[in-house]
């Protein structure tokens, strides 16, 4: 019988040890996720790839700071999202007409299929999820998309999880409003907690605020520093 496929965590310290194609094969497993996250972060094929390569070269360099105390998974999305954040922060900085006159990129085709494109996005939705605020886009893009739970988003962006509801919640909003969808905002209710995972989720009144960047929530596994 075939032997089953190596643990990440398994390739991982196979490359520390030296065995550089260990590393070749952690890229080949997760690429497709990668750039698919990176593209619906970025909407730009051209962007995706960039933020892509980066993430890999971040990890390449802090892999012997990963202890396993989280999924590997769990820290290439983080270090995924923060190529994203400094791609997108990079694109606002650059001069109006290198940008062109529509600041909003034009989507492309999505990649070849991983486990999120079973959760397939419209054109038009695509498109006015890039209008919703990057903190908001990368919680919506990680749990509705990627079908990851509300602790493992948390990990990833560094945040509380009633931050991560709160985000999902003003995210679905936003993404509703740019599709022309006007969402009523529900009555503040104090007796109210936060909503439970997998239900409608509620305003978090301890939410940081959405400027905050995923690793801005103080040191955590992977982080990568500036």
Same mark, same amino acid.
């Given at each position: 019988?075939?032997?089953?496929?190596?643990?990440?965590?398994?390739?991982?310290?196979?490359? !520390?040890?030296?065995?550089?194609?260990?590393?070749?094969?952690?890229?080949?497993?997760?690429?497709?996720?990668?750039?698919?996250?990176?593209?619906?972060?970025?909407?730009?094929?051209?962007?995706?790839?960039?933020?892509?390569?980066?993430?890999? !070269?971040?990890?390449?360099?802090?892999?012997?700071?990963?202890?396993?105390?989280?999924?590997?998974?769990?820290?290439?999305?983080?270090?995924?999202?923060?190529?994203?954040?400094?791609?997108?922060?990079?694109?606002?900085?650059?001069? @109006?007409?290198?940008?062109?006159?529509?600041? !909003?990129?034009?989507?492309?085709?999505?990649?070849?299929?991983?486990?999120?494109?079973?959760?397939?996005?419209?054109?038009? @939705?695509?498109?006015?999820?890039?209008?919703?605020?990057?903190?908001?886009?990368?919680?919506?893009?990680?749990?509705?998309?990627?079908?990851?739970?509300?602790?493992?988003?948390?990990?990833?962006?560094? @945040?509380?999880?009633?931050? @991560?509801?709160?985000?999902?919640?003003?995210?679905?909003?936003?993404?509703?409003?740019?599709?022309?969808?006007?969402?009523?905002?529900?009555?503040?209710?104090?007796?109210?907690?936060?909503?439970?995972?997998?239900?409608?989720?509620?305003?978090?009144?301890?939410?940081?605020?959405?400027?905050?960047?995923?690793?801005?929530?103080?040191?955590?596994?992977?982080?990568?520093?500036?």
């Amino acid at each position: 019988m075939p032997e089953p496929p190596a643990r990440d965590e398994d390739l991982v310290r196979r490359y !520390l040890s030296g065995d550089r194609a260990a590393f070749a094969a952690l890229v080949e497993r997760h690429e497709r996720r990668v750039y698919n996250l990176a593209l619906r972060m970025t909407g730009r094929e051209e962007d995706a790839r960039d933020a892509a390569q980066d993430a890999f !070269l971040t990890v390449l360099r802090k892999l012997s700071s990963f202890r396993g105390e989280a999924a590997f998974t769990t820290w290439l999305h983080r270090v995924t999202v923060n190529a994203c954040y400094d791609l997108l922060r990079k694109r606002q900085r650059a001069p @109006v007409l290198e940008r062109g006159e529509d600041d !909003l990129p034009a989507l492309e085709p999505p990649p070849a299929p991983d486990h999120a494109d079973a959760s397939s996005l419209s054109i038009d @939705v695509q498109q006015a999820l890039l209008q919703v605020p990057e903190d908001f886009r990368a919680v919506m893009i990680l749990h509705d998309v990627h079908d990851l739970r509300q602790e493992e988003v948390a990990a990833i962006v560094g @945040v509380p999880i009633g931050t @991560v509801k709160s985000r999902l919640h003003r995210g679905r909003i936003a993404l509703a409003r740019a599709m022309g969808i006007e969402r009523p905002e529900p009555v503040a209710d104090a007796s109210e907690g936060p909503a439970a995972s997998g239900g409608s989720p509620g305003t978090d009144p301890g939410a940081q605020r959405s400027g905050e960047r995923a690793d801005a929530a103080g040191p955590s596994e992977g982080t990568v520093s500036p």
